[in-house]
T-cell receptor, first 111, second 114 residues
Framework: DQQVKQNSPSLSVQEGRISILNCDYT??????FLWYKKYPAEGPTFLIS?????DKNEDGRFTVFLNKSAKHLSLHIVPSQPGDSAVYFC??????????FGKGTKLTVNP | DTGVSQDPRHKITKRGQNVTFRCDPI?????LYWYRQTLGQGPEFLTY????????KSRLLSDRFSAERPKGSFSTLEIQRTEQGDSAMYLC????????????FGPGTRLTVT
């Protein structure tokens, strides 16, 4: 039972354009969500989070949108930079302290 | 401000051997988590501690796995009688209790069981 789904294994965008990474969840008990970025051979790096009582959170080039009725969230990166190339994981949490992660989306930003 | 550290970064062991990993969390964080990540998957929760108390264990944590956090600071994860299926990246994370629930990860320990 996959509670967090990232249906796009990969995404390729041009430098300077917008990157949109999507995530769907099934567990209604989640009350917060986080996005992590991961480079090869490193641990995940926290990017941005959102509480379920909000529908948007912004931090610099990164914005996360949450649509609770659709059980969907997205991460927007504007403008995209080559250094953003990494695997991005969406995670949900709530009730328990553990995070439940999706399988990740590999973002490639082309110069 | 040092982040989460893990030791060793890589471990190669033969099937049937025991291995132990160490995690040092961010100093002011009272929560410590262990996750496992295999190829093509996201991190999967194994267990977590608040201070020295182990508060939750995943069913992934078979009886060959044991984790400790004896003084509420560093933690160890031991795998006894390793199997090839234990090959994975073992990740440690730490956080403060309560909102905003952000967990900060270490670089991981890559285990290869031959």
């Amino acid at each position: 039972d996959q509670q967090v789904k990232q249906n796009s294994p990969s995404l390729s965008v041009q430098e300077g354009r917008i990157s949109i990474l999507n995530c769907d969840y099934t567990n209604s008990m989640f009350d917060y969500f986080l996005w992590y970025k991961k480079y090869p051979a490193e641990g995940p790096t926290f990017l941005i989070s959102i509480s379920s009582i909000k529908d948007k959170n912004e931090d610099g080039r990164f914005t996360v949108f949450l649509n609770k009725s659709a059980k969907h969230l997205s991460l927007h990166i504007v403008p995209s930079q080559p250094g953003d190339s990494a695997v991005y994981f969406c995670a949900g949490g709530g009730g328990s302290e553990k995070l439940v992660f999706g399988k990740g989306t590999k973002l490639t930003v082309n110069p | 401000d040092t982040g989460v550290s893990q030791d060793p970064r890589h471990k190669i062991t033969k099937r049937g051997q025991n291995v132990t990993f160490r995690c040092d969390p961010i100093s002011e964080h009272n929560r410590l988590y262990w996750y496992r990540q295999t190829l093509g998957q996201g991190p999967e929760f194994l267990t977590y501690f608040q201070n020295e108390a182990q508060l939750e264990k995943s069913r992934l944590l078979s009886d060959r796995f044991s984790a400790e956090r004896p003084k509420g600071s560093f933690s160890t994860l031991e795998i006894q009688r390793t199997e090839q299926g234990d090959s994975a990246m073992y990740l440690c994370a730490s956080s403060l209790a309560g909102y905003p629930y952000e967990q900060y990860f270490g670089p991981g320990t890559r285990l290869t069981v031959t």
